[in-house]
């Protein structure tokens, strides 16, 4: 810790992101990246970019890109903002809408980031404990002050809420903006998109990370009212107008126009997230419900930890949590059907060599 640091860097707890070692052979299941590319379109797209154009600067408001995504979700081009993944979106979000004189809301097991924004930015929060099954109760915000925010499907459990629930949760809190971080939506949860034209105190959150698989090119966006938007837009510009680099803004609409890549990549995650979930269930875990690309598990007779560090002896990453409600789980990201068969060959190995 440097002399120099000011007072707020020297109290911040940073977000730890998941490891991303470089290990010959490692089955790598512990941060949800996709285990197919991205549409080769949005390749090509990406290639051609990198021309003697990047000389000069992007569009800083990603104006096409932003008419893609308007066109892709039937809303209207100022209802849509972008940022450099959905983290930096959500960083402006917690800026922008959050930061309010009530404190904000949020499931005691969710997001980690959340309450690192709100330690940068001084923003007092309130944690609200899910129920006994790890789910959100709407019933627990309604009668609430402050702003809140939900990740649906929420991470790290997977679990989601419906969008008639969420619906009725917006509709309750109409006072106060209400966020929906849906950076899992598209693996079998609904989106609230549709629900913006209702309710203007709604903005919705995305990303391409997943889904889209770019995690590595950092596009996230967000829907809502266009006050909403206008408000993200005039932290965006406060922080750095240009977030998106004309490589990204390509890739990303190329991405949007190749629906058929989009359908088959999700379809088959969301196909061994089922596999995963039955052959865990035959080695004795419980497996919570999920709507994301990755399953939540315990096994009743094994501690998480012990059994994520057994996994890394056998070259099989996972994500552990050491958080007292979810120490003994395990986030497991849904890999190749041949990433998940060296997943489970190796829990088997594991409890047969401790039982």
């Known amino acids: 810790m440097s002399r120099f640091w000011s007072e707020l860097a020297r ?27 991205p549409s080769p379109k949005a390749v090509e797209a990406i290639r051609a970019a990198a021309s003697d154009a990047l000389r000069l600067y992007p569009d800083p408001q990603a104006n096409r890109l932003r008419e893609v995504l308007a066109d892709y979700h039937e809303v209207a081009p100022d209802q849509v903002f972008v940022g450099n993944g959905s983290d ?65 499907p929420n991470a790290p459990t997977g679990i989601a809420l419906s969008r008639a629930e969420i619906a009725r949760l917006v509709s309750a809190r109409s006072d106060a903006a209400v966020v929906i971080d849906e950076a899992y939506v598209d693996f079998g949860a609904e ?19 997943k889904s889209r698989a770019l995690a590595g090119l950092r596009v996230g966006y967000a829907i809502g009212d266009a006050g909403l938007i206008a408000g993200l837009t005039r932290v965006k510009d406060s ?41 865990l269930v035959r ?13 939540f598990a315990r096994h009743p007779e094994h501690s998480g930890q012990a059994l994520a560090a057994a996994l890394r002896e056998r070259a099989v990453l996972v994500r552990h949590f050491t958080a007292p409600r979810i120490a003994d789980y395990l986030r497991i990201t849904i890999g190749s059907e041949a990433e998940l068969a060296r997943l489970t060959d190796a829990l088997r190995d594991v409890l047969a060599q401790s039982g």
């Open 88 to 152: 930096e979106v959500l960083a402006h979000t917690f800026a922008a809408l959050l930061k309010q004189p009530a404190p904000l809301l949020f499931p005691d097991v969710t997001y980690s980031f959340y309450p690192v924004y709100c330690r940068l930015l001084g923003i007092a929060y309130t944690i609200v404990p899910l129920d006994a099954e790890m789910r959100v109760r709407v019933d627990d915000y309604l009668e609430r002050a402050g702003p809140l925010i939900v990740a649906n």
């Open 11 to 37: 109290g911040l707890s940073p977000y730890v992101p998941g490891e991303q070692p470089q290990i010959p052979g490692l089955v790598k299941l512990n941060t949800n990246e996709s285990p197919f590319g």
């Open 283 to 295: 080695l004795g875990f419980e497996v919570l419900p999920s709507s994301a690309n990755f399953v």
């Open 239 to 279: 922080f750095n107008s240009y977030p998106l680099g004309r490589p990204a803004q390509a890739g990303a609409i190329a991405s949007l126009e190749d629906e058929a890549h989009f359908q088959q990549s999700r379809a088959a995650i969301m196909a061994n997230r089922a596999d995963l979930t039955a052959a």
């Open 191 to 209: 989106t609230a998109i549709p629900l913006i034209r209702d309710y203007p105190n709604l903005l919705v959150v995305q990303t391409m990370s």
